[in-house]
């Protein structure tokens, strides 16, 4: 018999005990109503019996769903655990297939192979052109034709455009209304400044 199906079991003799309390209550009253006090007491005495024995029955339930509810973290804790060895044994097969010796052969072999790509690909790159040798000397030869278009531009006479300026004004300065000592001491100053130009 499986623990549920005992829990199970239990409830139902629970049940079945609290159905007889109810008719050994019914029973004292009916006892009573008929003047019969000792068949009254005889009955709540057994009701009493019927109580304790749904204590015991309410602590052997509590007993049985403590022992489902530790079996059933056991098995978890079982599962968890072939579960997390299942992952190591993995892992543990893995690194003995690959192994750091191989890892460090196969990433030399990429490094090798990279620098023979950067050669191809820096001797496809290479230019073809057969003047490309004379360029220094080219480049020479166009400074030069450079700086003689540039001695012609300065010997040439300059052109008919004159640039007008305008003229120095001749007039004294408007005075300034309610001026200070100070600020009329900077206009002839300013005056003066302007009348030497």
């Known amino acids: 018999v499986s623990l549920r199906e005992n829990i199970a079991t239990q ?3 629970e049940q079945h005990l609290e159905k007889k309390i109810e008719q050994l209550v019914a029973e004292a009253k009916d006892k009573m109503a ?3 006090k000792k068949g009254a007491l005889f009955a709540l005495k057994r009701k009493k019996l019927y109580e304790a024995e749904i204590d015991k029955i309410g602590n052997i ?8 509810m530790n079996l059933e973290s056991a098995a978890q804790n079982a599962a968890t655990f072939q579960a997390m060895n299942a992952g190591k044994t993995a892992m543990s097969d893995i690194r003995t297939n690959v192994g750091i010796d191989r890892v460090d052969d196969l990433m030399d072999e990429i490094k090798e192979e990279m620098e023979m790509a ?3 690909s820096n001797a496809l790159a290479q230019p073809v052109d057969p003047l490309l040798a004379d360029e220094d000397e080219l480049l020479a030869e ?3 034709l450079e700086a003689a ?3 012609d531009e300065l010997l040439q006479p300059a052109k008919g455009d004159v640039v007008s300026l305008p003229s120095v004004p001749t007039a004294k300065l ?6 200070t000592r100070e600020e ?8 003066a400044e302007l009348a030497g130009l």
């Not at 408007?174 to 001026?179: D, E, G, M, W």
């Not at 009329?184 to 005056?191: F, G, H, M």
């Open 11 to 13: 409830e139902k003799r």
């Open 34 to 36: 008929k003047k019969d």
């Open 61 to 68: 339930k509590m007993t049985l769903e403590t022992q489902v």
């Open 118 to 120: 950067d050669e191809i």
């Open 142 to 144: 166009l400074q030069e």
């Open 149 to 151: 278009d540039v001695e």
């Open 174 to 179: 408007p005075a300034i209304p309610n001026a």
């Open 184 to 191: 009329e001491a900077e206009l002839k100053k300013l005056e």
